[in-house]
């Protein structure tokens, strides 16, 4: 059995014996300083898992600890131990790099959530090789996307809040996981919610949930977003389009650590992490007043820009082979390769869309190239027209058009009642033969495929 060690930094005694006699009754060992210098010492003799520092010091402050940790420690996670509702400290400690705070007087749920979690991080760290440079989900060679691997991975030693910023389609929500999946909350939950798309007025009961009957509608129980991501990450996706109302109740949620469903009349503690996104420029919304520059602050201790696809043109071929990949097998086809002109082409385009718009791109085309490849005439760029046989529709369903019905409709449904009637038809005129079907409806077989699928007619 691995026996774990922390070291206690702190001047006053009783703190100390507090810290040490939590720590022993988890099975960890601890070591003792009172300043700063014997710290450093300590820390020079052995290799503790866990460092716990006061921020007030004889000798100097927790925050020249966090620095000196990071550059001949930095296996060592270290925790800083701010006064009552200074969140100034809190975040300053975050940003020269501790891996969490907490607050005094230290309360100890809180004080064990935080050293397991430390823990766990330390147990993982044996088999990271900070040298290598695994892709994971952030794929790509270019120099940017490098380095911002390199972050995600330092950025998921912490557990400080993350902002990441980027335009829409880059990638935000791939970078929010990597971070999450590299941490010591990968067992538990990854939480994900597009804030823009919640309803004023549902919004507290998504994220705090709600008593049943507390209001009309509320037959049962909600256990709400924030206590969903217990023990794991949340992720706020779009934070800019918070209502002002909704953004302070967030941000009492965060710096409480608890929240409170609707109807009820206690707080729930809730361990979480917050990482948050938007596409759009959050300082300017600060300055316009249509973002509190508290939730600001407490959202964006560090910040983490995601490059846009224009600016790493090289990472198009490994990221088109790879999502081309996925469609191949999503659609059971055999696989579609780039020719070089199309990759050019793909290479010098802007895409305003990012990645998101790459893979639409590639799923368009792959409906529509012959002989599994697809050249740069088949990926449509700058222009919205499509051929004949694209995925627009069946060029020659073979039947009369259905008289549109009168009133409001759902255009959609009705385009796919066309669509899967047109496809019966022709799959029954030629008795189910497939490529024949497809020659028939004036399309690839591959885009007969994918419409299948598409329309679970398979």
Avoid at 337 to 359: H, M, Q, S
């Amino acid at each position: 059995m691995t026996t774990h060690t922390a070291l206690i930094v702190d001047d006053e005694p009783d703190i100390r014996d507090l810290l040490e006699i939590t720590l022993t009754r988890m099975g960890i060992e601890t070591l003792t300083a009172p300043d700063l210098t014997t710290a450093r010492q300590l820390l020079e003799k052995h290799q503790p898992q866990l460092c716990l520092t006061d921020m007030n010091l004889p000798d100097g402050n927790g925050i020249d600890l966090v620095h000196w940790i990071q550059q001949h420690a930095p296996a060592t996670p270290v925790a800083v131990i701010t006064a009552y509702g200074n969140m100034d400290t809190a975040i300053e400690s975050l940003k020269a790099g501790a891996f969490d705070f907490v607050s005094k007087p230290v309360e100890l749920p809180r004080l064990r959530e935080l050293v397991n979690s430390a823990l766990r991080l330390s147990e993982a760290e044996p088999d990271a090789d900070p040298d290598t440079d695994e892709p994971g989900l952030l794929l790509g060679n270019s120099p940017q996307i490098r380095k911002l691997r390199n972050q995600t991975r330092k950025l998921a030693r912490s557990q400080a809040p993350v902002f990441i910023s980027g335009e829409s389609g880059s990638g935000k929500e791939l970078v929010a996981r990597m971070i999450h999946l590299q941490g010591p909350r990968r067992e538990g939950p990854f939480v994900a919610v597009n804030c823009g798309a919640i309803p004023s007025e549902l919004m507290e009961s998504e994220f705090f949930g709600h008593k049943k009957g507390s209001f009309t509608g509320a037959v049962e129980n909600k256990e709400g977003l924030f206590r969903s991501a217990n023990g794991g990450t949340l992720f706020l996706d779009e934070v800019a389009d918070l209502p002002l109302a909704m953004q302070v109740k967030l941000l009492r949620a965060i710096q409480e650590k608890a929240v409170r469903p609707v109807g009820d009349t206690r707080e729930v503690p809730v361990d979480i992490r917050v990482l948050s996104a938007t596409h759009k420029n959050l300082p300017e919304l600060v300055q316009e007043g249509n973002f509190r520059q508290d939730l600001f602050y407490r959202i964006n201790v560090i910040e983490l820009a995601v490059p846009p696809l224009r600016e790493r043109a090289d990472d198009i071929p490994l990221l088109a082979s790879h999502i081309l990949g996925r469609i191949a097998r999503e659609y059971e086809c055999d696989p579609a390769a780039l020719t070089p002109d199309a990759i050019e082409r793909l290479k010098a385009y802007d895409f305003p869309g990012n990645v998101r718009e790459l893979e639409n791109i590639l799923e368009r085309a792959f409906t529509l190239c012959d002989e599994d490849r697809i050249s740069a005439d088949d990926l449509h760029l700058g222009n919205g027209v499509q051929p004949a046989g694209s995925a627009s529709g069946p060029a020659n369903p073979g039947t009369d058009a259905p008289s549109v019905p009168e009133g409001e409709i759902d255009l959609e449904g009705f385009l796919e009642t066309i669509e899967r009637q047109a496809i019966e038809k022709a799959l029954e005129a030629t008795r189910w033969n497939k490529t024949a079907a497809a020659k028939r409806l004036g399309i690839s077989f591959r885009a007969l495929r994918y419409r299948l699928k598409k329309l679970g007619m398979e």
